[in-house]
């Protein structure tokens, strides 16, 4: 007779723990791994290393350095860190800039400081046939691009292999220099 109400019990038992299982892995995909996007903030520090060289008929070479301050904001409760990469400024299908990303950590629900030297071809910007015609309407549609190979890591315990590609729109009406950034990222695992 004790058997049935035994078996009842350890039924009952392992019913509610595969519910509470369930409610906890719901309410973890619904909060702790649904990724949020991370803020950037781009302020530039300085120009540096301005080389300027004019031959003649047409042949123009302009390059300079921009001094850069990121700030990246990681609302999300998984960190990242990535190893060496580069960023890439795109106008028209052009390269008109290129910024290497040293290796970083990026904890979860932090903020991180870096700096960043941004190689800026500002001849190819000027040597593009539809640079002048955007300019004279005012605006300037760039693309920034970068690929983040590296690790994911969930609460200092699970770390997993990634991928993390960004792709930002960046119109810049010149008039008022006003920028609207648009972002889409993608994580591979």
């Known amino acids: ?6 078996s009842k ?8 723990t595969f519910l509470i299982f369930i409610i906890a892995i719901t309410t973890l995909s619904l909060t702790i791994f649904n990724p949020k996007q991370p803020n950037f903030t781009v302020q530039v520090a300085g120009l540096e290393n301005f080389h300027f060289n004019w031959t003649l008929p047409y042949n123009i070479t302009l390059h300079n350095t921009l ?14 860190e990535y190893w060496n990469s580069k960023v890439y400024l795109h106008y028209r299908g052009d390269v008109i800039a290129e910024a290497p990303m040293d290796h970083k950590l ?7 400081n ?9 001849d190819k910007l000027i040597s593009n046939p539809s640079f002048w015609g955007d300019l004279s309407t005012g605006w300037l549609n760039l693309t920034s691009t970068e690929t983040l190979h590296g690790k994911i890591i969930v609460m200092k315990i699970l770390k997993m292999h990634a991928t993390v590609s960004n792709m930002c729109n960046i ?3 010149m008039r008022t220099q006003e920028i609207k950034l648009t972002r889409k990222s993608r994580i591979r695992l």
């Open 67 to 80: 001094k850069a301050v990121v700030t990246v904001d990681n609302p999300n409760y998984v960190g990242l």
């Open 114 to 122: 870096g700096t960043m030297e941004i190689e800026v071809y500002t």
């Open 106 to 112: 990026i904890p979860a629900r932090s903020k991180v």
């Open 9 to 16: 019990i350890w039924a009952f038992i392992a019913a509610a």
């Open 171 to 173: 119109p810049i009406f």
């Open 1 to 6: 007779m004790a058997r049935p109400r035994c």
